[in-house]
């Protein structure tokens, strides 16, 4: 019993991509320091729970905050707000500008596609920052740097 256990807590990914969003992370901050990721909702999660991370934004699992958004959305826009220059996010640079996922389909019919809390949180940073790509995977997942705009507001 305990070795099926132990195969458990060792299981393949269910994206391929969270060993490359891990990478990537374990890259660029310290071990288990928390990180910055917009990604797809389910690879968020997969990818936060394969490194050991949480979320700088209050985001457990975007599907599920995006549910209630006078409940989710205030303490999301006030972490933004605390956001310095230099921090580093992980995101998907083709998803930067794609369609919000429709609400009125079922979750496994969205792959691919972000969330709304999602979208309103990547609009807010890119109002706040431009995103410098410090390094990319092949997988069409990159690191970026959040670098104040001109006259954008700062805590």
Known sequence: ????????????????????????LNRRLAPHAPALVILEPDLTVETLVRSGRVNVLPISHPEQENLVPRQADPPVLRAIERLPTGTLMLVQPRQLDAPVKPMAVPPFARKGKLVRIQRLALARIRARFRLETLDRDPSGLAIVRLVARRGADQP
């Open 1 to 24: 019993m305990p070795e099926a256990a132990a195969r458990l807590w060792r299981s393949p990914p269910s994206d391929s991509r969270a060993l490359a969003a891990e990478a990537l």
